[in-house]
Nanobody, 115 residues
Framework: QVQLVESGGGLVQPGGSLRLACAAS????????MGWYRQPPGKEREWIAT???????NYADSVKGRFTISRDNGKITVYLQMNSLKPEDTAVYYC?????????WGQGTQVTVSS
């Protein structure tokens, strides 16, 4: 059984920063991809960023230059540092863990950007 637990969401003013974390546990293949997605209110879930176990990263254009994804392989934890936050970044943020045909999801954490 694989579990992902997110933390770090909350309310922040425009221009502020937040750091999300997602810790994985269970029987996990060492070669995997961890990522972050988000679902804004009334919209579909969208991909934000991914990082391989080797450290290769990819970002959606909407967050490139503002968000940074990183991971600690020893702790099987992925992080998302979010800077220069905008109201349109408001969403429920989900982490993911994938290998082969398997994908696991966290429960989601709310991020609200508002003054």
């Amino acid at each position: 059984q694989v579990q992902l637990v997110e933390s770090g969401g909350g309310l922040v003013q425009p221009g502020g920063s937040l750091r999300l974390a997602c810790a994985a546990s269970g029987s996990i293949l060492s070669l995997n991809v961890m990522g972050w997605y988000r679902q804004p209110p009334g919209k579909e879930r969208e991909w934000i960023a991914t990082i391989t176990s080797g450290g290769t990263t990819n970002y959606a254009d909407s967050v490139k230059g503002r968000f940074t994804i990183s991971r600690d392989n020893g702790k099987i934890t992925v992080y998302l540092q979010m800077n220069s936050l905008k109201p349109e970044d408001t969403a429920v943020y989900y982490c993911s863990l994938s290998w082969g045909s398997r994908t696991y999801w966290g429960q989601g954490t709310q991020v609200t950007v508002s003054s």
